[in-house]
């Protein structure tokens, strides 16, 4: 057998290598207590223990009650079962859905799902550093607003959003609050409580749990229609046979997140911030994109002008550097990020972005690897653009022109 290929994967936001203690359990859960959970026997009952244990887990790093937590197949149904399933709920108090332009698309196409059903849906703006509009959101939220969503950090370029204040203003109205914290879980402090929301969703295989498991928080009292039926499960608020194994992982991977939780961000946001640095100071017009400060540790979205995300990204890829362009969840889209372009962005500068999204395995050896094998695929690059040919004339004639 051939070793597999060294690459640096810099890719964390689209997802994360699996720990070896939530692999461990995952492979114990699947060998040995492969019970169904619903059954009342034994061997179904030890699976059910540890499907509880891994709720307690998983509501201890939210700061949540166990009996607040719902397993699910991931974020897309979470963010989906509330988006649609909330807002059903709800529909007495108003047929009004107010969102960000900035969430992720599985809860774009939800409200543009829910639109099509005859509900009102507002997208509230954010600025040139991806910060949500307060006075937007005020505005925007009319008396007869049912449900109210707020990314708790954004996907493509880190922003951490104001999701208290957020949902402050929406409670004074009497609208139900949701956040889709799926970044920012296990890489940030999240408390359901001091954010104020009603629901939240998380996916495990962001912070090194499997795939295909995530949760939704669902506040005490919070009204919720099931978006699956046919079963009992989950307090009758997501039906299906329930994926022990996978929510197991999802629970060891919680208690590991929670318990080096500091650690793991002052390390990556230190290799972040020295690979800011490295390309700022290597690689001339590049431009950040999002907030400066208030962005998770891990993040680095910038934008090289001249050149084409995509073919960076593939030059990269061949110099065994993985990153992204954007979402994972629409990089097969030709358009522009409408994260970028909902910040202002122009479209040049939007195809231009390329996202550096750090994990626990990444080294300042791969920083700075990353850096050289950059500033060379970029100057490569440029030197084939037109644009960037104008621009350099452009200057030339100008410098002439001003030591006439």
Known sequence: MTAAPHFIYMDHAATTPVLPEVADMVRAVTLEH??????????????????????????ALIGARPEEIVFTSGATESNNTVIKGAAEALKA?????VITAIEHPCVMEAARTMGKRGWHVTHVKVDGRAT???????????????????????????????????????????????????QAVGRIPVDVNALGVDYLSLSAHKFHGPKGVGALFVRRGARLTPLLHGGEQEAGKRSGTLNVPGIAGLGVAAELAR???????????????????GITARIPHCLLNGHPVERLPNHLNMSFEFVEGEAMLLSLDMHGVVCSTGSACSAGSLDPSHVLV????????AHSSLRFSLGLANTAADVDTVIEILAGVVQ?????S?????????????????GV
């Not at 019970?35 to 699976?47: D, I, K, L």
């Not at 505005?139 to 208290?164: D, H, Y």
């Not at 910040?343 to 500068?349: E, L, N």
Request: hydrophobic share 45%; glycine share 6%.
């Open 386 to 402: 037109p644009t960037y040919a104008d621009f350099q004339r452009k200057r030339g004639m100008e410098a002439a022109g001003a």
């Open 34 to 59: 492969w019970g169904n959970a619903s059954s009342v026997h034994g061997f179904g009952q030890q699976a059910r223990k540890l499907v509880e244990e891994a709720r307690v887990k998983v509501a």
């Open 132 to 182: 949500v509009d307060l006075d937007h959101l005020r505005r925007s939220l009319a008396e007869k607003t049912a449900l109210v969503s707020v990314m708790l950090a954004n996907n493509e370029v880190g922003t951490i959003e104001p999701v208290a204040e957020a949902a402050r203003l929406a409670k004074e109205r009497g609208a139900a609050v949701h956040t889709d914290a799926t």
């Open 380 to 384: 490569r690059l440029r030197r084939m």
């Open 342 to 349: 909902a910040m202002g962005c122009a479209p040049a500068r």
């Open 259 to 277: 318990r080096d939780l500091d650690a793991r961000a002052t390390a990556v946001r230190a290799l972040r911030d020295r690979l800011e640095a």
């Open 93 to 97: 108090h108003g047929e009004r859905i």
